[in-house]
């Protein structure tokens, strides 16, 4: 059965760092491309960044980029999603999500297999 583990969540400052980690029984991650979403509290899950299975190509939401890393690390067969300069708006909790198709897209419904989120919370 695939199963994806979404870890690393929690409580950082405005300004701070988190990596978060995607991990998964049953499966490959690097036979799928890796999606990550966030749902922030009352409002809906937006994507924020994959990383394709095919050419490990990768995208980013305008919002995070430059700020966001998404990576594989396939001796652990985790994805990361490393997060620095953190902003309040950050706030939510973050899931990541197996697609079949080689090809990257941050269009959600693409996506087969969900985890059951993290909660990141940037405040002071």
């Known amino acids: 059965q695939v199963q994806l583990v979404e870890s690393g969540g929690g409580l950082v400052q405005p300004g701070g760092s988190l990596t978060l980690s995607c991990g998964a029984s049953?499966?490959?991650?690097?036979?799928?491309?890796i999606g990550w979403f966030r749902r922030a509290p009352g409002k809906e899950r937006l994507s924020v960044s994959y990383?394709?299975?095919?050419?490990?190509?990768?995208d980013y939401v305008d919002s995070v980029k430059g700020r966001f890393t998404i990576s594989r690390d396939n001796a652990k067969n985790t994805v990361n999603l490393e997060m620095n300069s953190l902003k309040p708006e950050d706030t939510a909790v973050y899931y990541c999500a197996a697609d079949h198709a080689p090809y990257g897209t941050l269009w959600e419904h693409a996506y087969d297999y969900w985890g059951q989120g993290t909660q990141v919370t940037v405040s002071s």
């Open positions: 990383i394709s299975s095919r050419d490990n190509s990768t």
């Open positions: 049953g499966f490959n991650l690097a036979d799928y491309t």
